[in-house]
């Protein structure tokens, strides 16, 4: 059997007989024809048929379809055709730990505002506010840093915990992650962390840029 584009655009108005029709093709055809779902069809279906497809396949094999879906989405994002947060909430509950830093690490930097990636995490069904920090580390964006800020108000009394997340952050080497390095060793002190510094900031400002997503913006521009 060939992979059919037609059957594979009909069978995306009703997906249920998606994953049945994908098993009964060769490794060969199931490849042409996720390519073709990939790259011609999911792009360009409404949001409510993306959505559709997005639970079925995710249902049906995780491990074969989330990479693909998870492209796709991202890509519509990008065109304005799905939402950020759009089919993530409702696969949650089945996802292990491999799909969600997936999920999230291809989500949050298209994140625009803090509000957003807190969405992200609430979407996926994490809300231990300290498990978050593992993956913003993962992301260099303005809104991922300043919600790391927040985090780590949760851990403040690990020590060990944020002299590495400080080091990390400086061996990633670009100034926003040099600066917010810089803000997170002036607010717990931490003397331990070497390095040469040009932001430096008064107590107040410090309350400020951890409580102002601006203020944090304004004292980390490039």
């Known amino acids: 059997m060939t992979p059919n584009r037609v059957k594979l655009r009909e069978l995306c108005l009703e997906p249920q007989a998606l994953p049945g029709y994908m098993a009964g093709l060769s490794n060969a055809q199931r490849r ?3 390519a073709c779902l990939e790259r011609e069809i999911l792009p360009v ?25 998870v492209k796709v989405l991202v890509q519509r994002i990008g ?15 089945d996802m292990t730990d491999v799909d969600r830093r997936k999920v999230l690490l291809a989500m949050i930097p298209l994140a625009q505002n ?19 920090i593992q993956y913003l580390l993962q992301v260099t964006t303005r809104p991922a840093y300043y919600v790391l800020l927040g985090a780590l108000r949760y851990v403040e009394h690990d020590h ?28 717990y002190d931490i003397k331990e962390v070497r390095g040469t510094f040009s932001l430096h900031l008064a107590p107040y400002q410090l309350a ?9 913006c304004e004292a980390v521009r490039i």
């Open 45 to 69: 279906i409404t949001a409510g048929q993306f959505g559709c497809v997005f639970r079925v396949l995710f249902g049906a094999d995780s491990r074969m379809w989330l990479g693909c879906l």
């Open 79 to 93: 065109e304005g055709s799905s939402a950020l947060g759009d089919c993530i909430g409702e696969i949650a509950a």
């Open 114 to 132: 803090p509000e957003d990636v807190r969405m992200l995490f609430s979407k996926c069904g994490l809300m231990e506010t300290d498990r978050w």
């Open 208 to 216: 400020r840029v951890e409580q102002n997503y601006s203020a944090f």
């Open 32 to 34: 042409v024809a996720q």
């Open 160 to 187: 060990a915990l944020l002299f590495r997340t400080c080091h990390y952050l400086m061996k990633k080497g670009d100034s926003l992650s040099f600066s917010t390095a810089s803000i997170i060793r002036l607010s």
